[in-house]
């Protein structure tokens, strides 16, 4: 098929100026060249992964997730677009059309055929898609995790595929008149372009999707993946099967943490200011592989003196650095904390580390995880201010596994 540059009139949103400095492609396309990851540049994440609740450029959260519960409320007369993904639950065929060498003039286009499962996970609040393709290109598998965030009203599509086990940029947008419409600014070939992604065409048994790239800013668009979705009439259960390997690796370091743990978390209310009162919470937190045990999904619900708090932690493992990166959510903001928390283990302890401002200046963060046994478990989060020579602990969480329970997905 042959696709072309075509001229548009409908200007860039707003939120294309505020995106992130992107750290590398999040396109569907099968390639890896592109993309462009910094493995010490790493986030503070949730249970297990270390944050609870804290995030970069706020204090602390929690608090602040009190706040914008109320600005939910206020939003409540506002259209709700969180189900305007549900068309796309179930399992789909996929023709796929891939342009070889966007944004060259090429005209020389591959195809794939796959399949597509999508599901709903923690408790409707996102939904889970997972990709497995082949065609003359080789094997393709993809794995995108859709959040919805109620304060904007918006959707952020974060996509991985298989070969390197890490997020790109998320992309984000909303759904008007049938069709959704989401983008992002990446690098490509050492330029910083324009994505464009579209849902359309939308029937209860068929869709087609697209992605496009702009290096003009948006006056142009060039289409270089189309996929054609029909529905498969059969329900698909999750795949629970781990892949089998001979080789030493880390994708099985996790596997302690499956199943329903009962949580106990202190928290140091206020980091790096010589406080030494804490605080408590209670929670429950429930571990599942995803994407045939290549990554994990993490779903935490735990009460405290700062009220209510729900989390979604997605993990995915690299099986080429050997290391997992971890990223987190939480249900009033419905966005993926970036950079992730990026470690492994070593003689059973896990660390993960990053960079990020905290109060506006830049500290280091370090997430451990030790005292493993079958049924417990505990986690700490250390803040550092001197570039890692002293750390202050903040977070400290004890687990006890749940005896008996169901670990299904939902």
């Known amino acids: ?120 996970v923690w408790d409707g609040r996102a939904q889970l898609e997972e990709i497995e393709a082949d065609g003359s290109a080789g094997h393709f598998e993809g794995l995108t995790l859709f959040l919805y965030n109620p304060q904007s009203r918006q959707w952020s599509l974060n996509f991985s595929n298989s070969n390197d086990g890490s997020l790109g940029q998320p992309s984000v947008g909303e759904f008007k008149n049938g069709r959704g419409e989401f983008f992002d600014q990446e690098p490509f070939n050492g330029r910083a372009i324009l994505v464009r992604i579209v849902w359309s065409d939308i029937t209860p048994d068929s869709h087609r999707f697209e992605q496009a790239f702009s290096d003009d800013g948006g006056k142009t668009w060039e289409p270089n993946f189309v996929a054609m979705l029909t529905r498969e009439k059969q329900v698909a259960t999750e795949t629970g099967a781990q892949p089998a390997s001979a080789e030493r690796d880390g994708r099985h370091d996790f596997d302690f943490n499956l199943g329903t743990w009962k949580e106990h978390t202190s928290r140091l209310q206020h980091p790096l200011t010589g406080s030494t009162t804490w605080i408590e919470m209670d929670g429950t937190s429930v571990f599942r592989k995803i994407w045939n045990g290549r990554a994990q999904l993490v779903e935490l619900e735990s009460d405290g003196p700062n009220g209510h708090l729900d989390l979604l932690s997605l993990r995915l493992y690299n099986p080429r650095a050997h290391q997992w990166s971890l990223t987190f959510a939480t249900s009033n903001v419905g966005i993926l904390g970036t950079p992730p928390t990026i470690g492994e283990f070593k003689n059973g302890r896990g660390e993960f580390y990053d960079q990020e401002l905290f109060n506006g200046r830049a500290i280091w963060v370090r997430f451990t995880i030790f005292e493993i046994t079958p049924d417990s478990a505990q986690s700490e989060q250390a803040f550092s201010n001197d570039g890692g020579k002293t750390w202050e602990t903040n977070w400290i969480n004890k687990y006890t596994r749940v005896k008996d329970e169901s670990h299904g997905a939902h």
């Open 1 to 120: 098929m042959t696709e072309t540059k075509t001229p548009t009139t409908d200007s860039v949103p707003a939120f294309i100026c505020q995106t992130k400095t992107p750290k590398g492609p999040r396109s569907r396309r099968p390639i890896d060249k592109q993309r462009i990851m910094n493995p010490r540049r790493l986030a503070a994440i949730s249970l297990l992964v270390g944050v609870l609740g804290w995030c970069p450029d706020l204090s602390f959260p929690l608090a602040a997730q009190t706040a914008s519960g109320t600005r939910s409320q206020q939003a409540g007369t506002e259209r709700d677009g969180s189900h305007d993904f549900d068309f796309n639950l179930g399992t789909w065929k996929t023709h796929i059309s891939r342009l070889q060498q966007p944004l060259t003039g090429s005209t020389t286009w591959t195809t794939m055929e796959g399949t597509v499962v999508v599901r709903k």
